[in-house]
């Protein structure tokens, strides 16, 4: 057996295994640029489930196919789209041992690949690819041509839906990237929406991508910052631009020493690390300079310095990229969270739920003193009359109001929801007064796409509109009848045991967690008091986020509880393959009928 394990971009470090029919496995490990090959499968049964798991986007992740014999088996979005729809439930259920799912029939996958291809149809003519490709079993590279092109054309998107009764139901979400339109596609074959494919920019040679982050991963790679900054010399565009923690912006002039710098002053340094999974976020083609924005990281060894992301060009006439920079665009960030609290010193039957956006619109050096997000209208051309929501410069609600100045932004780098006092987080449990509200406001970006619009404004009312970008949303949160299925970072049960009965008369602790093959842990945090934040803290460490196995962490407590009855918390934080933000609390304090808050 051989493949491309791919996303767009070669999956870091990836494990490939391959388990038959009889639970029977092999594995291997994917070369950096994605292959694997020499899986032998011989007096295996098929058919074959396949897993990968490596690095995208900074979260340790796997994706999933299916093939019916030895030969080819790529394993990307598509094929793990496919399978999901096949199983009614995430593929990763065929590896999840509390679930064995069992590879889904011939039939039943080949009719949910032909519901994918019927969506992607648009964009495989364009492309000039046959419409009856195979995503698991068509060789491909991961060069940014033929099928690993239609990997950066469209977002694939695997979630679930829900009612408030019955079943939950899987669904795949196509987007364009390279043009526009969203299609969903439930797992009972249902249809909705179309993809409009941007031809002319489907012709782009977007081949220099790959020779321009290879370029950059050379230069991370030396092994002192003179040699860094010569490796970098000519991937930096004229109108480069770029600021590093609020200092002076870079230039193509400084951008080489000030990003080689940077990394050697990482704690451990980056140096001598590797540019990874340059993953292409979102184009604009129509012009005769074309622009993409490209998230990627920077690695070496276990230390990840993840979610950077920089705008490239291929200037009028050239078929070479170079790096922008840091655009208007890539200072909005729009994501996404949810949160599980539990108790752990009573049998908690009804664990509460939260699910919230989060609205990252900087003040553009002082320019830009108010913005509005919209939703795409019903029909998908146009977009709602009335914002999602409405973002201002006003200083937190702690400034005294004598003191409070817009203009100069003294108080927040960063707008935040009029009203809030200084949150940029919208709570969508009670968006509309109840958990309709925000149920409706998650459909409408499952049925007409992640992507909205952001109206810039120069003045605090938003009355003199000063730019408008189109942002994708980072992850969207599932429906309220959805949230119990998550698959929530869990404590082991000895962990849960120890903090009921931890009474502080030690300072250090040891907590273990369960492997998750859909959320990786990024860090875990124990508290004294609700909320988990300042004073209450009283121990915090990142994580390793691999997804097989348990992982074990000790931590010292800055406080200690007063007693095994005092409030006591762990938290663990991770993100899912959509960049969404995943948090589940666990709570002790003594069974009492109610923690304090």
């Known amino acids: 057996m051989s493949g491309t394990v791919a996303v767009g971009a070669p999956m870091l470090n990836a494990v490939v ?64 789209a496919a399978v999901s729809l096949a199983l009614g439930q995430d593929a990763a259920a065929m590896f999840d041992p509390a679930a064995s799912a069992a590879a889904p029939s011939d039939t039943t996958l080949a009719a949910k690949k032909q519901n994918l291809l019927d969506a992607l149809a648009p964009v495989l003519t364009a492309m000039g690819l046959p419409t009856t490709v195979d995503f698991a079993s068509d060789a491909f590279s991961a060069n940014r041509t033929g099928m690993d092109k239609l990997l950066e054309a469209v977002k694939i998107t695997t979630g679930s839906d829900a009612a408030a009764s019955g079943p939950a139901s899987t669904f795949v979400q196509v987007e364009g990237k390279i043009g526009s339109g969203n299609v969903f596609i439930g797992s009972d074959g249902t249809k909705s929406g179309t993809i409009v494919a941007d031809t002319a920019g489907l012709n782009v040679d977007m081949t220099g991508i790959s020779t321009l982050f290879a370029t950059m991963s050379s230069a991370i790679g030396a092994a002192d910052v003179t040699s860094c900054v010569s490796r970098m010399a000519g991937i930096f565009d004229p109108l480069f631009s770029l600021r590093m923690d609020g200092g002076t912006p870079l230039t193509a002039s400084t951008a080489a020493n000030g990003i080689c710098t940077m990394a050697s ?41 993840a979610g950077a992301e920089l705008s490239i060009v291929q200037r009028s006439g050239s078929t070479a990229w170079t790096l922008l920079g840091q655009t208007a665009a890539d200072q909005i960030h729009i994501g996404a969270a949810v949160q599980r609290t539990l108790r752990v010193d009573i049998v908690d039957l009804n664990p509460s739920y939260t699910r919230a956006l989060s609205f990252d619109v900087s003040s553009f050096d002082g320019t830009v003193h108010a913005a509005k997000v919209y939703q795409r209208s019903v029909d998908g051309t146009g977009w709602d009359t009335t914002p999602i929501v409405s973002l201002d410069d006003t200083p937190p609600c702690s400034t005294p109001v004598a003191s409070r100045v817009r203009a100069l932004r003294l108080y927040s780098p960063r707008l935040t929801i009029v009203g809030s006092c200084d949150s940029s987080w919208l709570s969508l449990d009670n968006f509309g007064g109840d958990l309709a509200g925000g149920d409706a406001l998650i459909d409408a970006f499952y049925k007409r796409g992640r992507v909205v619009k952001v109206d810039l404004f120069s003045d605090p009312a938003a009355t003199q509109l000063s730019a408008t970008y189109m942002k994708r949303v980072d992850g969207v949160p599932p429906k309220a009848a959805a949230l119990s299925s998550i698959p929530w970072l869990e404590l082991e049960g000895a962990t849960k045991t120890a903090l009921v009965a931890y009474d502080g008369t030690t300072a250090s602790f040891t907590a273990s967690w369960a492997g998750n093959a859909s959320v990786s842990p990024k860090d875990i945090t124990l508290c004294l008091a609700g909320g988990c934040s300042g004073s209450a803290m009283a121990a915090h460490s990142e994580i390793d986020g691999k997804r097989n196995g348990s992982t074990t962490k000790t931590l010292t407590w800055s406080l200690t509880p007063s007693g095994a009855s005092a409030y006591k918390q762990i938290s663990l934080y991770g993100r899912d393959r959509e960049q969404m933000g995943v948090s589940s609390n666990f709570i002790s304090c003594g069974g009492a009928a109610s923690c304090p808050p």
């Not at 979260?59 to 793990?80: E, I, M, Q, R, W």
């Not at 083609?285 to 993409?292: F, N, P, Q, V």
């Open 17 to 80: 295994t391959i388990k038959d029919a009889l639970g029977a496995t092999v594995s291997g490990s994917a070369d950096a640029d994605g292959n694997f090959s020499g899986l032998s499968v011989s007096g295996m049964t098929a058919p074959f489930r396949i897993e990968a798991c490596g690095l995208v986007g900074g979260v340790n992740t796997c994706y999933y196919s299916v093939v019916d014999k030895a030969g080819t088996a790529n394993v990307t979005p598509l094929t793990h």
């Open 265 to 305: 002053l990482a704690t451990p340094s980056l140096l001598g690390g590797v540019v990874a999974n340059p993953v292409m976020k979102d184009c604009d083609l129509t012009g005769a300079d074309k622009i993409c924005s490209v998230g990627f990281e920077i690695v070496k060894g276990d230390a990840v310095f």
